[in-house]
C-alpha cells in the first residue's frame, strides 16, 4: 500500500490499484524506472510493487504515491528510506536502501532535496525503461513533450502526453502528434522519433 500525498491533508493511506481503476492492471503493476539525461534514478516502481522517488516526482508523475522516498546516508550516499518510518517520531535508526526496498546501502541523515531542485520535475529529460530495461515506457523530450506507450500515458500522465505510441505502415515504431491525430482527414501523419523531430515511418489514421 503506498502512501498518498494529499493536498492540505498531510499522509494518507491509498491503495494502489484504486487510483487506476478499470486500467490496465499488467501496466499499472509493470516495474520500471526513470532517469535523467545523466542517468540519475528519478522515480519508478521496483519488483516488489513499491513506488520510489522524490516527492516532487511523486505528485508530478506518480499521483502522489510514494513508499520509498529519495534520502541521503550519513557518508552522502544517495539512497531511499521508508516513508512510513520518516513519518514516525523517531529517526535516529532508519536503514537507507536500494530503489529496491531490500538491499541496505547505509543509514538515513536526510531527505534528499538536491534532485527536485537540480532536476525539476515536468521540466528535466527523462526516459522511463522496464524493469528488464528493453523497452521506452513514457518519458520528457528536450523540446517539453511527453511520449508514453500504450496505457501508461493514462497511467502516469495522466493523458497529457502530446507524443502518443504509434506504429507506422513500415512497423517502425515510434510516436504521433497526439494534435495530428485531432484533426479530421489530415491524411498521412508522421511517425517520429522519442524527440519528436525525427521521422521514422508515417502512418493513415
Known amino acids: 500500500m503506498a502512501v498518498g500525498l494529499v493536498a492540505g491533508r498531510g499522509l494518507a493511506l491509498q491503495p494502489s490499484a484504486e487510483i487506476y481503476r478499470g486500467l490496465n492492471r499488467d501496466v499499472v503493476l509493470a516495474p520500471f524506472v526513470a532517469r535523467a539525461e545523466d542517468g540519475t534514478e528519478l522515480f519508478g516502481l521496483n519488483d516488489s510493487g513499491q513506488y520510489f522517488g522524490t516527492k516532487g516526482y511523486a505528485v508530478e508523475y506518480l499521483a502522489g504515491r510514494l513508499d520509498l522516498v529519495a534520502c541521503v546516508g550519513e557518508a552522502g550516499e544517495r539512497g531511499y528510506c521508508c516513508y512510513d518510518e520518516l513519518d514516525g517520531e523517531s529517526t535516529g535508526d532508519i536503514g537507507l536502501y536500494a530503489s529496491d526496498g531490500k538491499t541496505v546501502i547505509g543509514r538515513f541523515a536526510a531527505v534528499d532535496a538536491d534532485i527536485d531542485g537540480s532536476y525539476p520535475p515536468g521540466e528535466a529529460q527523462f526516459c522511463a525503461l522496464s524493469g528488464k530495461g528493453n523497452?521506452?515506457?513514457l518519458g520528457l523530450n528536450a523540446a517539453g513533450q511527453h511520449y508514453a506507450a500504450a496505457d501508461y500515458g493514462e497511467v502516469y500522465l495522466r493523458g497529457r502526453?502530446?507524443?502518443v505510441a504509434a506504429v507506422g505502415s513500415d512497423g517502425n515504431g515510434g510516436y504521433v502528434l497526439r494534435s495530428d491525430l485531432d484533426?479530421?482527414?489530415?491524411?498521412?501523419?508522421p511517425v517520429y522519433a522519442s524527440d519528436g523531430v525525427t521521422v521514422v515511418d508515417a502512418i493513415n489514421p
Open 161 to 163: 502526453e502530446e507524443l
Open 183 to 189: 484533426v479530421v482527414g489530415k491524411g498521412e501523419v
Open 135 to 137: 523497452s521506452v515506457l
